[in-house]
């Protein structure tokens, strides 16, 4: 059976401390649409499983996919992030922007560690130029600009 309707709606983010990562996030663009007061967290597979989280969007469209920032209270976060790319799961979640290098320099004035400079693969024959960096907690993000 095939899926036609099927659509991503949101990325899960553990974090360590909401209030920082929220601010994070901010700082790239998204905004607050859902927040989770902190409770009970059933069906996750914890017990007792109790966080608190928040749920960001970019732009304004109300079936965009949604970034999850979830901070475990009880059992509290603990580990870290993959230690690099090549760990089987989830590497890294890629956004588009427009003027990559603009967004590039503005978010090392600020501060945030980059895991290369911005390169151009060439993907598929097209234009593409993209890089990584790394969240608050070490969750790694990705930045992709499309050229004609």
Known sequence: ?????????????????????????????????????????????????????????????????????????????HGDPYPDLAHVGIGRICMRVKNLDAMVAYLKSEGVRFVDEPVMPGLAGGKQKFCCFYDPDGTVLELMEFYR
């Not at 709606?9 to 905004?31: K, T």
């Open 1 to 77: 059976m095939t899926w036609k309707n099927l659509q991503l709606y949101h990325v899960n983010v553990n974090c360590r401390d909401l209030d920082r990562s929220l601010a994070f996030y901010e700082m790239l663009g998204f905004e607050e649409a859902i927040d989770i007061a902190e409770g009970d967290m059933p069906g996750l597979g914890l017990t007792p499983g109790r966080g608190r989280a928040k749920l960001l969007r970019l732009g304004s469209d109300p079936r965009g996919t949604l970034i999850d920032l979830l901070e475990w209270k009880d059992p509290p976060a």
